[in-house]
């Protein structure tokens, strides 16, 4: 007999999930799209899979017969969200500069010990 694949794929943890959407947004951030293209080849994971991560489909999906201007205003609420990620992201990465900064000067001084 030959041993049958399993009917379900491989379960990645959220934080495995959070490092490819990371990925993908720092990639579509830094060229402006294919980000998706990029984690597929770099993750070996389907682009549809890492493309459910992004829109968040962990969550419960939205609930039939939602009012009109619902879409509108989840684009709204998400372009916020979106523009507070970009500025957080733009803050760590300026003070991991200089965190990196402060580490070389300890390792100056530490050398002249």
């Keep these: 007999m ?14 495995e999930k959070q490092k ?5 947004q720092e990639a579509n951030q ?7 293209a990029a984690a597929v080849k770099k993750f070996g994971i389907s682009a549809l899979t890492i ?11 939205p609930a039939k017969g939602r009012k009109a201007g619902g879409a509108e205003a989840g684009s709204a609420s998400r ?3 979106l523009d507070k990620l ?3 992201d733009r803050e760590i990465a300026k003070r991991r500069k200089e965190l990196s900064a402060l580490e070389a000067t ?3 001084l ?3 010990l």
């Design 2 to 15: 030959s041993a049958k694949k399993s009917a379900k794929g491989k379960r990645y943890t959220p934080e």
């Design 20 to 24: 490819v959407v990371d990925f993908v």
């Design 30 to 36: 830094a060229k402006g799209r294919g980000g998706v």
């Design 51 to 61: 493309s459910s991560w992004i829109k968040g489909s962990g969550s419960p999906a």
């Design 79 to 81: 372009a916020k969200l």
């Design 86 to 88: 970009g500025s957080l």
């Design 106 to 108: 300890f390792q100056k």
């Design 110 to 112: 530490k050398a002249q």
